[in-house]
């Protein structure tokens, strides 16, 4: 028990660190409009990635805005904790990458991209060719001024 405390107190120690002393990432660049975004979608419960059909089907029954996706394909040779993971599309693009529901579209795509900087830590890129990247608003060589 001790030494469970002992962990999450040097979790907790890190990362506040990092919150108050680590650059920030901030979003720059901008929708290309290529539709990888709404075909490429990994969804999380919190045991990690969802990796089984079964759990989605759970997490559709319990959640409607799930039965706006389904399965697209399965991610391999990625990072061990993405790996096995099931990647989504939604089922409102169309085939010229336009969404057909643009006006009522979910909050998880008008949020689209957030920065969880727990994942950027973690080695999550965006997409290839997406038009947005993620930056530091912070350079490192101005912590040295």
């Known amino acids: ?18 919150k108050l002393f680590s650059s920030k990432y901030v979003i720059k ?10 075909r490429n979608i990994l969804f999380s419960t919190k045991d990690g990635y969802v990796k089984s059909e079964d759990v989605f089907k759970k997490m559709q029954k319990k959640y409607r805005y799930y039965r706006n996706f389904r399965i697209s394909g399965v991610i391999k040779d990625k990072m061990e904790f993405q790996n096995g993971a099931l990647t989504f599309e939604c089922k409102f693009i169309s085939k010229n ?15 689209y991209p957030n920065i969880n900087s727990d994942l950027i830590y973690n080695g999550v ?10 930056d530091v608003d912070k350079k ?6």
């Open 125 to 134: 890129e965006m997409l290839d060719d997406c038009g947005f990247y993620f």
């Open 1 to 18: 028990m001790l030494n469970k405390i002992k962990i999450f107190f040097e979790d907790f120690v890190l990362k506040m660190y990092n």
């Open 97 to 111: 990458n336009k969404c057909l529901i643009y006006p009522i579209r979910p909050i998880f795509c008008r949020d």
């Open 29 to 38: 660049g901008k929708c290309k409009k290529c539709g990888k975004c709404c």
């Open 140 to 145: 490192f060589s101005s912590y040295l001024k």
